[in-house]
């Protein structure tokens, strides 16, 4: 079944340290997109990317990294810089312009 | 900018009994898409409704259905004969139609209580 996956369902993070989030689809989408949750809160755009080895920031990059080498995965690097990185992490795809996005069930990221 | 506003933080509904989530935004685009996205516990999106702007019929699926005011800029979902797996999070989100950036624009959410 085509479809979305991101691990870890659970991370956790200590000060000073990078962890990355995967995400990858085989629906064959162009486009993916990274969401960033926090409670009481609607998702916010953290990166985006519409084709390989290009991405553009979104509303909330700084603290963040991304990068898309391959059509299939597009991992997001939560970098010591951000220092509030407890939420919950969601990727996306995009593959049609009549079509809604497919998300993936997400990553909750806390601190130790 | 666009912008997506859900002036209710929290719906409450009785079993069987219909209630309706609003929804409004702000845009200077004539073309674009609306969605409803429902979240349960397990926090997985959900794609309840879509609605082309362009479209002036109503989005219809199941016991769900929009009211869409295009002038007004309100994007209602009703829920009919309501369920308890109805319970969740509901999201209303906005994408602009030409653009193949498809950036959703979410607005805060609605957490609906489906009582027995």
């Known amino acids: 079944d085509g479809g979305i996956t991101q691990s870890p369902k659970y991370l956790f993070r200590k000060e000073g340290q990078n962890v990355t989030l995967s995400c990858e689809q085989n629906?064959?989408?162009?486009?993916m997109y990274w969401y960033r949750q926090d409670p009481g809160q609607g998702l916010r755009l953290i990166y985006y990317?519409?084709?390989?080895?290009?991405?553009q920031k979104g509303d909330i990059a700084e603290g963040y990294s991304v990068s898309r080498e391959k059509k299939e995965s597009f991992p997001l690097t939560v970098t010591s810089a951000q220092k509030n990185p407890t939420a919950f992490y969601l990727c996306?795809?995009?593959?049609?312009?009549?079509?809604?996005?497919?998300f993936g069930d997400g990553t909750r990221l806390s601190i130790l | 900018a666009q912008t997506v506003t859900q002036s209710q933080p929290e719906m409450s509904v009785q079993e069987a009994e219909t209630v309706t989530l609003s929804c409004t935004y702000d845009?200077?685009?004539?073309?674009?898409?609306l969605f409803w996205y429902k979240q349960p516990p397990s926090r997985q999106m959900i794609l309840v409704i879509r609605?082309?702007?362009?479209?002036?019929q109503n989005a219809t699926e199941n016991r769900f259905s929009v009211n869409f005011q295009k002038a007004a800029k309100s994007f209602s979902l009703k829920i009919s004969d309501s369920q308890l797996g109805d319970a969740a999070m509901y999201f209303c989100?906005?994408?602009?139609?030409?653009?193949?950036?498809?950036?959703?624009?979410f607005g805060t959410g609605t957490r609906l209580q489906v009582f027995p």
């Open positions: 629906l064959n989408h162009d486009a």
């Open positions: 990317s519409q084709i390989v080895n290009d991405f």
């Open positions: 996306a795809s995009f593959g049609y312009s009549n079509q809604p996005q497919h």
């Open positions: 609605q082309e702007a362009y479209k002036q």
């Open positions: 845009t200077s685009e004539s073309d674009y898409y």
């Open positions: 989100a906005y994408r602009s139609a030409p653009y193949n950036t498809d950036k959703l624009i």
